[in-house]
T-cell receptor
């Protein structure tokens, strides 16, 4: 079983839809959870990060972590065509020899 | 800002990629991105020291200079090394802080 699993999509939604992006992980040692957005031909950019179970909101974006189920989600409200990108989850186990693992990314297209 | 650059090599050759971090950033991390494996962490350098390393063979090496610029070298290139190589800089070490990625270099091994 891969340490981080992410549905690759592609996911196509109409403008204004609520988008749900999800990852599961297998290693309980993972402590920090991040979401990156990557536009075509660009490097990833950090959207949000959290380390605790529960929700963290930033504008139209909400990151949700359920450590008991080893499940993380990113919700995008009122999706816009400019949200069209690949979204990657990333998980870190802490310490100096940290382990940073990315999901393979979900390609999202928001149609006007 | 420059877009993705591409470099083409043949099997057995070596390649050196360079990364200039954002001014003031002392951490540089390198990543390999392929359609099959996704984004994978190669290594991180902070203040000229390798702080962490991913699960890649010894053919992949790096270094960091006193001005924080970093280079990554891949020796004895294999077809499977074809990928997008990204570097990211951060003011802090450890992968947690916000990392700023460049557009990367696409390496094609023939």
């Amino acid at each position: 079983q891969k340490e981080v699993e992410q549905d690759p999509g592609p996911l196509s939604v109409p403008e204004g839809a609520i988008v749900s992006l999800n990852c599961t992980y297998s290693n309980s040692a993972f402590q920090y959870f991040m979401w990156y957005r990557q536009y075509s031909r660009k490097g990833p950019e950090l959207l949000m990060y959290t380390y605790s179970s529960g929700n963290k909101e930033d504008g139209r974006f909400t990151a949700q972590v359920d450590k008991s189920s080893k499940y993380i989600s990113l919700f995008i409200r009122d999706s816009q065509p400019s949200d069209s990108a690949t979204y990657l989850c990333a998980i870190i186990s802490g310490g100096s020899n940290y382990k940073l693992t990315f999901g393979k990314g979900t390609l999202l297209t928001v149609n006007p | 800002k420059a877009g993705v650059t591409q470099t083409i090599k043949t099997r057995g050759q070596q390649v050196t990629l360079s990364c200039s971090p954002i001014s003031g950033h002392r951490s540089v991390s390198w990543y390999q991105q392929t359609p099959g494996q996704g984004l994978q962490f190669l290594f991180e350098y902070f203040s000229e020291t390798q702080r962490n390393k991913g699960n890649f063979p010894g053919r992949f090496s790096g270094r960091q200079f006193s001005n924080s610029r970093s280079e990554m070298n891949v020796s004895t290139l294999e077809l499977g090394d074809s990928a997008l190589y990204l570097c990211a800089s951060s003011p802090t070490s450890g992968g947690l802080g916000t990392q700023y990625f460049g557009p990367g270099t696409r390496l094609l091994v023939l």
